[in-house]
C-alpha cells in the first residue's frame, strides 16, 4: 500500500532550521507550554508547587496567560467555568499528592457539568514510580487512581518526546462530547531535564463530530410528527453544543412545550408562550410531563434533579438524545439517541413534519398558573422579591455563577437566565464553594463584561483567600453573599428531618470589613436596597462585594 504525502505541509528553510537548532535552555516544562500554545490555548490556570516548578518557570518564556488561585480547588473552579463559558480546553496546572488531590472535587464538577477541563499534574520522580514506597515528598502509591473514577481519561508521560502526544490525546478527549476533564501527569525529573527537542509547532487535537444514526433520526421524527401531546425537556447538553436556536425552531416546528433543566437554564427563551421555564421540583409540571404522549429529552440524563427526585413517570414514548452513552436510557426505557445535541436537532429538523397545535400555549399557561398559585399560598415574598432584584441589577450578557446555597435553589427554578450559557451552578455534583472562583475563571475568560457570583455565608468560607485572586488579576466580578448565619439548606433539610439541625450555625466574619481588608470595595445591603447596590457594584470596574443579611426559606417540595 502507498501513502500519498503530497498534502503534508511542507517547512520552510526557516522552519528546518529552527527545528534542527532548538533555542538552549528548554526542559520539559516548555514542552507542555509549548504544546499548550500549539493547541490554541491562551489561558492556564492553577497553583504552583515544588514538583511541577518546571511547568512553571517555562510559563515566563511563553505567551500564555496565568491566572494563579490560591487553592487547587478553587482553581479547578476556575478552570471549569472558563471551559463552561468558551466552549475551549482550559488547562489546570497542578503539582503532586497534595496539590493533585485538593482539585479533585473541581474535577467532579466539572464531569458531572461537562466542562473541558485539563489538568496537568506533576508526579514524583520517574524512579519512584511502580508502587513502590520510596518515601518523596508527596508520594502516593498510584496518584492515578486517586482521579480515575472522576476523569474522562488518564495520560501518563514518562519521557519528554511523550510530552505533546499525551497533551493532544488529552485536549482532544476533552473536547469530544460530552465535554469533560481529563488528566495528564509527568514526573518531576521529565518536566526539569534540559530537552534539544525541536520546539513544538501548531498541534491538530480536533475531536470527531458525534451525529445521530440516520434510522433512528427517521423514527424520532415520526413519532414527533404524529404525536398529540409533544413535549421537549431539554437539558445542557442543549446549552454546551449551541444548539438553542435549533431547540426553538423544532419547539416551534412541531408545537411541542418546553421545559429546561436547572443545567439547561437559558436554552429556551423564558417568556416563549411554548416555555414552561425551570419548574422541575414542582408536581404541577411533573404531571405535564408525565401525560406527555412522546417526550423529547435532549442533553439530559433525567437524574435526580431533573425528574424531581426520582418521582417523574412518563406514560408515553420517550426518545432521548445525550451525549454521554452511559446516561442513554439509564432512568427510562427511551428511543435512546447517543448524539451531540446539536447534530441531532439539525437531523431532526429536516426529517419532521410541521404540527399545529392551538391548544400548545394554553396548557403551558395553565401549568405556569398552577405553579404560581402554589408558590404564592407559601407566603415566600422577601425570597422572590430577592431574586427579583438580582434580575434587575444582572445585565442580559452578565454570567452568573451560583453557589449551593438557598438563594440558587429557587433560581434553578424561578430565574430567568435570558440568554444561553450565562447561568452556571455545581448543581452538577453539589459541592460547596464554587460561585465565587467560577466567577474569576468566567470573568478571565471575557473581561470585558461583569461577572455575579452568589453565595451563602457558609459557601462563601469556602472562597475567601480567592478575594486575593481576584484584587490582583482587577477581575470585573462582584459576589453576593446572602448571610444567613450558617448552612440554611442544610439547617432546612435537619429541621425537617429531625425537627432540629446539627452542625449547621456558624460564627462567621464581618464580610464588609473582610473584603475591604483585601482592597475588594463591599457594602452591606438590604433587601429593598439590594438591585441598586447590586447595580452600582457591577457597573463599577474591577471586584466588589455586597453582602445581605438575610434568613430565606425555601419553597415546600413536592416530591415527599
Not at 520546539?199 to 445521530?212: F, H, K, N, Q, Y
Not at 450558617?486 to 439541625?501: C, D, H, P, Q, V
Amino acid at each position: 500500500m502507498s501513502h500519498d504525502h503530497d498534502d503534508r505541509p511542507r517547512l520552510t528553510a526557516a522552519q528546518a532550521a529552527a527545528a534542527l537548532n532548538p533555542p538552549p535552555g528548554r526542559n520539559g516544562g516548555d514542552l507542555v507550554v509549548e504544546t499548550l500554545q500549539g493547541l490554541g490555548a491562551t489561558t492556564v490556570f492553577g497553583l504552583p508547587g515544588q514538583h511541577a516548578l518546571g511547568m512553571f518557570d517555562a510559563l515566563r518564556r511563553s505567551s500564555l496567560r496565568y491566572v494563579g488561585l490560591r487553592v487547587e480547588n478553587n482553581a479547578g473552579f476556575a478552570a471549569d467555568a472558563y471551559g463552561r463559558i468558551t466552549g475551549e480546553v482550559a488547562p489546570l496546572l497542578l503539582s503532586t499528592g497534595p496539590g493533585a488531590l485538593t482539585s479533585l472535587a473541581a474535577l467532579q464538577e466539572a464531569a458531572a457539568a461537562s466542562a473541558p477541563v485539563l489538568a496537568i499534574s506533576s508526579q514524583i520522580p520517574s524512579a519512584g514510580l511502580g508502587g513502590g514506597r520510596h518515601g518523596y515528598l508527596h508520594e502516593l502509591r498510584d496518584q492515578q487512581a486517586s482521579v480515575r473514577d472522576i476523569v474522562k481519561s488518564v495520560h501518563t508521560v514518562r519521557t519528554a518526546s511523550q510530552i505533546p502526544s499525551a497533551i493532544a490525546a488529552a485536549w482532544e478527549s476533552a473536547l469530544t462530547a460530552p465535554h469533560g476533564p481529563v488528566w495528564v501527569e509527568i514526573p518531576q525529573d521529565v518536566l526539569l531535564a534540559v530537552t534539544t527537542l525541536p520546539v513544538v509547532s501548531a498541534m491538530d487535537a480536533t475531536p470527531r463530530e458525534l451525529c445521530p444514526r440516520p434510522e433512528l433520526t427517521v423514527a424520532a421524527a415520526h413519532l414527533l410528527s404524529n404525536a398529540e401531546r409533544p413535549v421537549i425537556i431539554a437539558g445542557g447538553g442543549v446549552v454546551r453544543s449551541d444548539a438553542s436556536g435549533k431547540l426553538l425552531a423544532l419547539a416551534e416546528r412541531i408545537d411541542a412545550p418546553v421545559v429546561t433543566t436547572f443545567g439547561g437554564k437559558g436554552a429556551f427563551p423564558w417568556e416563549h408562550p411554548l416555555s414552561l421555564r425551570s419548574w422541575l421540583e414542582d408536581r404541577h409540571t411533573t404531571d405535564f410531563l408525565e401525560d406527555a404522549d412522546v417526550l423529547l429529552v435532549v442533553g439530559s440524563g433525567l437524574g435526580e434533579l431533573s425528574s424531581n427526585y426520582h418521582t417523574f413517570r412518563p406514560r408515553g414514548r420517550v426518545i432521548q438524545i445525550e451525549a454521554d452513552a452511559g446516561k442513554l436510557e439509564s432512568n427510562h426505557p427511551a428511543l435512546g439517541i447517543h448524539s451531540d445535541a446539536r447534530e441531532a436537532l439539525a437531523d431532526l429538523l429536516e426529517a419532521v413534519e410541521p404540527r399545529t397545535d392551538e391548544g400548545a400555549a394554553e396548557r403551558v399557561r395553565t401549568v405556569l398558573e398552577k405553579v404560581r398559585v402554589r408558590i404564592e399560598a407559601q407566603e415566600l415574598t422577601l425570597e422572590q422579591q430577592v431574586l427579583a432584584a438580582v434580575r434587575e441589577a444582572l445585565p442580559d450578557a452578565s454570567p452568573s455563577f451560583w453557589d449551593m446555597t438557598i438563594l440558587a435553589y429557587w433560581a434553578w427554578s424561578a430565574f430567568d437566565a435570558r440568554r444561553p450559557n450565562t447561568m452556571h451552578s455545581a448543581q452538577g455534583a453539589g459541592g460547596l464553594g464554587y460561585g465565587f472562583p467560577a466567577a474569576i475563571g468566567a470573568a478571565a475568560a471575557d473581561p470585558t463584561r461583569p461577572v455575579l457570583a452568589v453565595s451563602g455565608d457558609g459557601g462563601a468560607m469556602y472562597s475567601i483567600a480567592e478575594l486575593a485572586t481576584a484584587r490582583q488579576y482587577d477581575l470585573p466580578l462582584t459576589w453576593l453573599i446572602v448571610d444567613d448565619g450558617g448552612y440554611g439548606i442544610l439547617r432546612e433539610y435537619m429541621t425537617g428531618a429531625f425537627g432540629e439541625a446539627t452542625g449547621t450555625e456558624l460564627s462567621r466574619p464581618d464580610f464588609v470589613v473582610l473584603a475591604e481588608s483585601f482592597g475588594v470595595p463591599a457594602v452591606r445591603t438590604t433587601p429593598e436596597s439590594l438591585a441598586a447596590d447590586l447595580s452600582k457594584a457591577l457597573t463599577a470596574p474591577g471586584p466588589s462585594v455586597v453582602v445581605l443579611p438575610a434568613l430565606l426559606r425555601m419553597f415546600e417540595p413536592t416530591h415527599l
